[in-house]
């Protein structure tokens, strides 16, 4: 698989670039202005229905070479423009001046404009668009309906793509992906996952997604370890619109909402709205998800400013199947749930509020300025069978002559947070050789975590709703970033970048005595980047990039831990290199990375100082890998989109600590060039489109991800399998005179019915003097389908 992929894209290139003199012919050049004749660097030049496309250099200059003749269609765009299209014949070389009209009124995209990647930003990213979205949004969570881009691998725990679901990109989990709204950092302030259970059915709401794979630009929030996703909820509609989806399909998976907007009301005001309610019962036993959620939005735009209040919340409650299924019941039993308790459910709402604005201070120079607000407040419950009541606080009961010291217990662990900040931006642009920005963020998140006891089969004296612990925790973000683009030459771009990030976090930790005592950690980061874009001719390109981040220790980390054994803060170092080419028919991107950690922490079995198997640093390990894109239209009807990626993932000295029941010490083993766990050293995703009639799209959707280990120890009695899934979608959509659009939508999943797990643990321990490991899985659905109606007015 590895090397035939590898054989495949190499060859579509160079037959690619063997046929380019057959037909290479024409030229069509030109300048971009605006109304008021100035240039307009940077703004894109595409030729419709082709990959075929450039940007305007400093001067406001484009050239597209090599164009067979016959007509064309070429779309002009520039952020603060209206697009501008013109229908030509080309029968000899054109040379063409187009001139951008001022948009009427300020669009949302100015204020993501900041922190996106653009041509010019040498680093590897995917634009995600609304329409692309559309196709698979029938009820599953946003990383499922990424799951076809680059280097990345969902994973389900129920099984079916709804409630808790996850990604990993090159490798690294949801904790190490910084993931922004509207700019607006969301990843959690303390465990810094990110939990898209609790935005149910929100891409409804995005009007685009951006995924940085790598340390990407700086931007607000965690640092990136392996990646930034950068959200963006609906953009203005000028005009009013009603939308309602519904759908269904396996495991009583279904979805209802309805949209609905009031374009643009006066040339000013605007409002969006959008009602959802999701279900699944899942593919593990007892796992379903209950979801409903609502956004809205009212905004003020005028032709220099715009303001924006965006109101969402998602309600959540799911059927734990956290558990797993153990390696012994894979083949007999895989969709078993180890919890049986009827209310084993984890319940939580989360209230979003975002004040977003931005101005124009004059043509070269705008302000973007954001406030916002989360509230999340919820519990999970689980039953615990014979649980030690002293560690509930509660004293042993003495009936008669017996002396109970242990009860079947019910018990609520709760979360309630405020979450708070503003983000903002400077963004100027010289229209010639010079854009800049300089922006940052501050936040601040309080946390009150706290545990109830709701019954108990034998109580004592306590109450209901005993609260057996409280652990209060607050921590404080803040950063200043400044990024730089200059073209030196009409071919070579470069640009600087450079972040300052100070944590502030006080929470309640164990002290050298071992007491559970209020303790703080302060930690300041420096993260430099820099690159160069080299244009090589009209069709293709180089770039190479560096770029540094930190990241911190997370609640756990600190909290079951001394200060004497609390890990430090990881470090990376990240190169990037890459060379892109664009034709008519075809286009290929490679881009390399170089990923060196320094103190990455990871799992080793190890109790620390306080009996905790706490996360240690380790000195050195690193990713290293190749990813290839690849889009082409094989003929007017069909087309491939296909990418890969081949990687290398090490921890160059490795010290696992295993548990050993028979003497109740540790033992300590050791390790040289292990894999990272959950690293597979090759992903691959395909998407083969056809489309016999106008309207109709049939899809063939494959998936590719290599052999991941379940630890650090590359242990083959610890590992996920390989596993190849192919789904086949069926799009129909047409528009009738009484709306704008319907569409049908047919989504067969893992068609071939592959048996397969995308998540796993592992504990290993030494027993009877042999090493023995617990495996844990978490199978995904085999063949299953969703179908569903779209309907716009």
Do not use: C
């Not at 063997?18 to 605006?34: C, E, F, I, K, R």
């Not at 209901?464 to 209060?472: A, P, S």
């Not at 309640?508 to 001719?537: E, H, I, M, R, W």
């Not at 597979?680 to 899809?699: D, F, H, M, R, W």
């Amino acid at each position: 698989m590895k090397k035939g992929t590898t054989y495949l894209f190499l060859l579509i290139a160079l037959l690619w670039q063997s046929t380019l003199p057959a037909w290479a012919q024409l030229t069509l050049s030109g300048t971009v202005n605006d109304a008021d004749g100035g240039t307009l660097p940077g703004a894109a030049v595409t030729l419709e229905g082709t990959y075929k496309g450039t940007f305007t250099d400093a001067s406001g200059t484009f050239r597209l070479d090599n164009l067979k003749p016959g007509p064309l269609t070429l779309r002009v765009s520039l952020l603060g423009y209206e697009p501008a299209t013109q229908a030509l014949t080309l029968n000899e070389n054109v040379t063409l001046s187009i001139a951008l009209k001022k948009s009427a009124v300020l669009v949302d995209e100015v204020v993501v404009s900041a922190t996106r990647a653009n041509q010019k930003s040498a680093i590897a990213y995917t634009d995600v668009s609304r329409r692309e979205l559309n196709k698979l949004n029938l009820g599953q969570d946003i990383p499922v309906l990424l799951n076809y881009t680059p280097s990345l691998v969902t994973t389900s725990d129920a099984g079916a793509g709804v409630g808790y679901t996850s990604f990993r990109i090159r490798g690294s989990d949801a904790t190490r992906i910084n993931v922004t709204l509207n700019g607006i950092p969301y990843n959690d302030a303390e465990s810094q996952g990110t939990f898209f259970v609790n935005l149910p059915d929100f891409a409804s709401s995005v009007s685009s997604i951006q995924i940085q794979r790598g340390v990407g630009t700086s931007t607000n929030g965690a640092g990136a370890f392996g990646a930034s996703v950068n959200i963006q909820t609906s953009s203005l509609e000028k005009q009013p619109y009603a939308e309602t989806s519904l759908s269904a399909g396996s495991f009583g998976t279904r979805k209802v909402n309805v949209l609905a907007g009031t374009g643009l009301l006066n040339n000013h005001f605007v409002v969006d709205a959008r009602l959802s309610k999701i279900y699944s019962d899942g593919y593990i036993d007892r796992s379903f998800s209950d979801l409903r959620s609502f956004y809205l939005s009212g905004g003020y735009y005028t032709n220099k400013s715009f303001f924006r209040l965006n109101v969402f919340s998602g309600q959540e409650q799911t059927y734990q199947s956290w558990g797993g299924v153990p390696e012994s019941l894979l083949k007999t039993n895989r969709t078993y749930n180890p919890y049986t308790y009827d209310n084993e459910t984890d319940n939580y709402q989360q209230d979003n509020y975002q004040f977003i604005t931005s101005h124009e201070l004059n043509r070269k120079l705008r302000l973007n300025a954001s406030l916002f607000y989360t509230k999340g407040k919820g519990y999970y419950e689980q039953f615990r069978t014979d649980d030690e009541l002293s560690n509930y606080g509660l004293q042993p009961i003495v009936i008669g002559d017996s002396t109970i010291r242990q009860s079947d217990i019910i018990r609520r662990l709760w979360l309630d947070n405020d979450y708070y900040g503003t983000v903002f931006s400077l963004d100027y642009n010289s229209f010639g050789k010079l854009t800049a920005n300089f922006g940052g963020g501050w936040n601040q998140y309080k946390g009150k975590h706290f545990g109830e006891i709701v019954w108990a089969r034998f109580a004592g004296s306590s109450n209901i709703r005993d609260r057996y612990y409280e652990d209060d925790a607050m921590k404080t973000d803040f950063n200043l970033y400044a990024k730089a683009f200059y073209q030196f030459t009409p071919k070579l771009n470069s640009y600087v970048d450079a972040q300052i990030r100070t944590v502030g976090y006080s929470f309640l930790g164990f002290n050298s005595q071992l007491q559970n005592v209020q303790q703080d950690a302060n930690l300041t980061f420096f993260n430099p980047k820099a690159g160069f874009t080299y244009t090589l001719n009209d069709r293709s390109s180089v770039y190479a990039s560096v770029g540094v981040a930190h990241r911190e220790p997370n609640r756990n980390d600190y909290t079951q831990s001394t200060p004497a054994s609390r890990p430090k803060a990881e470090r990376l170092l990240d190169y990037e290199a890459g060379y892109k080419v664009q034709a008519e028919r075809l286009a290929f991107t490679a881009n390399a990375y170089y990923m060196n950690y320094q103190n990455q922490l990871v799992l080793t079995g190890q109790l620390n100082d306080v009996g905790a198997y706490n996360r240690v640093n380790i000195p050195n390990s690193y990713r290293a890998g190749i990813e290839l894109e690849l889009g082409a239209r094989l003929t007017s009807q069909l087309r491939w989109n296909a990418n890969a990626t081949f990687s290398r993932n090490k921890i160059k000295n490795f010290t696992e600590y295993l548990d050993n029941f028979d003497n109740g010490q540790q033992e300590a083993r050791s390790y040289q060039e292990t894999d990272i766990s959950f690293s597979p050293n090759v992903i691959a995703g395909s998407q083969l489109l056809y489309t016999p009639v106008k309207g109709l799209e049939v899809g063939l959707l494959s998936k590719y991800v290599g052999k991941q280990y379940l630890d650090n120890t590359s242990n083959e009695r610890r590992k996920l399998d390989p596993y190849f899934v192919n789904d086949i979608r069926i799009i129909y959509a047409f528009k009738p005179k009484f709306a704008q659009e319907i569409a049908f939508t047919l989504l067969l999943n893992n068609v071939l019915n592959e048996l397969y797990e995308s998540n796993g643990y592992t504990y290993a321990y030494i027993s009877e003097g042999r090493v023995t490991a617990d495996n844990g899985y978490y199978p995904q659905a085999g063949r299953n389908f969703l179908a569903g109606v779209r309907v716009r007015f």
